[in-house]
């Protein structure tokens, strides 16, 4: 079946260093990708989506690029900030599979400053 | 505009109970979908209505169990309450059925069996 894998945490950086998570998917078909977000004591939130292969998703200073050949998503930031310490997940939806969203395990990241 | 909300936030139950959790969406969307999220199992599809018919369900038992109302509303259900079904149930809005739309998350119904 469809899932998503993505790098383990915590992953812990100092203000303003580069950010890569990795996210790769197995899915038939073409799905939509995202990358959520969820801050302490808030709910998910869409940080960005693409929808087709070589789509770039950006928001915030994140970017991930829809990558169909190498299957993956991966999420970068080039600075990150202390405010960005929350845990990301990576999900697709599957081609018709209406709202229905397959979540990775989620990566903790922890800015220091 | 108001958030998707959901009621109760926090609920201990008994092994053996059953509960019931209510997901309000944003106004105007009609697709709901519920996830269970756990440290072991991470975020899980249960299930999404769009126009008060269930149209995907995930690999739950059938004691979980869930409906929508004429106005979008949206009710879980589980049944015969074990251990295992203590987690952070999670409510999600969209304003359309597409795999493609955003999905608008509440802050979750944070349910203990005992």
């Known amino acids: 079946g469809d899932s998503v894998t993505q790098m383990e945490g915590p992953v812990t950086l100092s203000e303003e260093a580069f950010l890569t998570i990795n996210c790769t998917y197995t899915a038939t078909g073409y799905p939509s990708l995202f990358w959520y977000v969820q801050y302490p004591g808030e709910g998910l939130q869409l940080l960005l989506k693409?929808?087709?292969?070589?789509d770039k998703g950006s928001n915030k200073g994140f970017e991930a690029t829809y990558r169909k050949e190498t299957t993956s998503f991966h999420l970068e930031k080039g600075s990150v900030q202390v405010s960005d310490s929350a845990v990301y997940f990576c999900a697709l939806s599957p081609s018709g599979g209406y709202n229905k969203l397959i979540f990775g395990a989620g990566t903790r990241l922890a800015v220091h400053p | 505009k108001a958030g998707v909300t959901q009621t109760p936030r926090y609920l201990i139950k008994t092994r053996g109970q059953q509960v019931t959790l209510s997901c309000s969406p944003i106004s105007g969307h009609r697709s709901v979908s519920w996830y269970q999220q756990t440290p072991g199992q991470g975020l899980q599809f249960l299930f999404e209505y769009f126009s008060e018919t269930q149209r995907n369900k995930g690999n739950f038992p059938g004691r979980f169990s869930g409906r929508q109302f004429s106005n979008s509303r949206s009710e879980m259900n589980v049944s015969t309450l074990e251990l295992g079904d203590s987690a952070l149930y999670l409510c999600a809005s969209s304003l359309e059925g597409a795999a493609n739309t955003e999905a608008f998350f509440g802050q979750g119904t944070r349910l203990t069996v005992v």
């Open positions: 693409a929808t087709k292969a070589d």
